[in-house]
């Protein structure tokens, strides 16, 4: 049994997809560490209260950016790796660019839509017009994530998962030293919202640098110069790329934006039962531990998307035929998750208290329900690509339209009934719709297998 063992670890070290996935998993560890010791110190710093409003204002910005750029960096991924390994240099080029073009032009629009909305709706629901103000002042940061975004899909879409690993764990150390500062010297709030608006400039700058150094590099699929993705970016077409990008958008936004979505409603409804933003700054709290699950699952997903391209685009190995592997690695990020999620219960019971303060403690009723979310999150990282490389992104909006109003109204509905404990249960179990997508996808590869056998 033992020897069967090794040597099953053996041969699956020796697969670049194995060792991708580990290499995305150490990243995730160490972005997780960074967000951990982020949140811990604005916690300590700010108290629950001013925790609450930084946790509601942060995910106002996060939900207008999401929501506008939901798609864009997995289906750019999708098709820079296929071009890469087909070796079509002008369609990476052409990729590059379109990406580029078409992130300035979100990134443009919400920073008008959170100027124009937020402060407006934070004073018509909370009572608290500065709430508005930081998250309009955060939707400038979407500008560095758009010149962050042509090195990200470079990295990922040749499967220079190394690279990439090294990029993420150097700006979320950047943004901790960022906190750092800010909690030494005092500063408040506002302290805390300027400390992320120089962090986006910091990744911006970072990103530019690091892309051109990797023309100098001895990497096997080198990107595109910057300079010819410049040129090309003002004819860049992104009628393609944003077709296919908000196919998929509302997929990304019940994975990215329903999580978030407590940290905006619960305010509403505590003040609608005598609360205040409190409950939202334990509830920001959870999901911040929460998310070190999500990003095991993220490590996943970001691991199959070029796997998959480059074997299409450098093989004659039709997608029908991959339906094993998808499987294969939904069953083991599922239940990687689920054992990671239970071991972590009682250890965040513990944490809340002790690492980010009793204030905090309360945060470990909303744990289990948000830990639960990303298990079920973790049975469907398959889904995403499945949709991209399948083309069956026109049945994947419907249904995903559907889903996801069903989503928000378990949300709404459990914060108008239950309050905060409401909107925790429903987020977690929201993600557990995704089961239409696995059982569609199920049948998609038994009826291609069977047309195989057939013919």
């Known amino acids: 049994m033992k020897a069967r063992a090794l040597h099953l670890f053996r041969r699956a070290k020796g697969k670049k997809f194995v060792r991708d996935t580990a290499v995305m998993q150490l990243a995730s560890l160490m972005t997780v560490i960074a967000y951990a010791g982020t949140s811990v110190m604005i916690s300590r710093h700010l108290g629950n209260e001013q925790v609450g409003r ?31 390994g087909a070796q079509l240099r002008d369609e990476a080029v052409a990729t590059l660019a379109a990406l580029l073009k078409l992130f300035l032009i979100c990134s443009l629009l919400v920073l008008v839509v959170g100027v124009a909305w937020a402060p407006a709706f934070a004073q018509a629901q909370y009572g608290d017009r500065q709430v508005g103000v930081i998250a309009a002042i955060l939707c400038a940061s979407g500008f560095g994530e758009a010149l962050k975004s042509p090195m990200v899909v470079a990295l990922r ?19 901790l030293v960022l906190i750092a500062v800010v909690v030494a010297l005092g500063f408040g709030l506002m302290g805390v919202m300027w400390a992320f608006v120089a962090h986006s400039v910091v990744v911006a700058v970072w ?81 911040v531990a929460a998310l070190a699950l999500r990003m095991l699952c993220s490590a996943v997903t970001q691991t199959l998307m070029p796997a998959l391209g480059l074997r299409l685009g450098g093989t004659d190995t039709p997608f029908e035929a991959m339906g094993h592997l998808i499987f294969k690695v939904t069953l083991v990020s599922g239940l990687c998750v689920l054992v990671v999620a239970a071991i972590s219960i009682p250890v965040m019971n513990v944490a809340f208290h002790l690492v980010w303060g009793p204030d905090f403690a309360e945060a470990a009723e909303f744990y289990p329900w948000l830990a639960l979310g990303a298990v079920l999150t973790a049975f469907s990282v398959a889904v ?17 339209i559907v889903l996801f109003l069903v989503s928000v109204t378990m949300i709404v509905t459990g914060a108008m009934t239950y309050g905060p404990k409401g909107v925790a249960v429903a987020t977690g179990l929201a993600p557990g719709l995704a089961v239409f997508h696995l059982v569609y996808i199920w049948w998609y590869f038994h009826r291609a297998a069977a047309r195989r056998v057939d013919s």
């Open 207 to 287: 990103s530019l640098v690091l892309f051109n150094r990797l023309q100098h590099s001895k990497a096997a699929h080198k990107p595109p110069p910057l300079k010819e993705i410049l040129v090309a970016v003002p004819r860049a077409s992104v009628r393609s790329l944003i077709g296919t990008a908000y196919f998929l958008s509302i997929f990304k936004v019940m994975h990215t934006l329903i999580p978030r979505l407590g940290n905006v409603i619960i305010p509403m409804a505590g003040i609608t039962l005598a609360g205040t933003f409190g409950e939202g700054g334990h509830f920001y709290v959870a999901g």
């Open 54 to 84: 930084w946790g509601a204002a942060r995910d106002m910005y996060s939900m207008v950016f999401m929501t506008l750029t939901a798609g864009l960096l997995q289906v750019s991924v999708a098709r820079y790796a296929k071009a890469v």
């Open 384 to 400: 995403e690509p499945f949709y991209i490389y399948s083309g069956k992104m026109s049945f994947a909006l419907r249904q995903n």
């Open 157 to 175: 879409g040749a499967r220079a998962m190394g690279d990439y690993a090294r990029f993420e764990i150097g700006i979320n150390a950047v943004r």
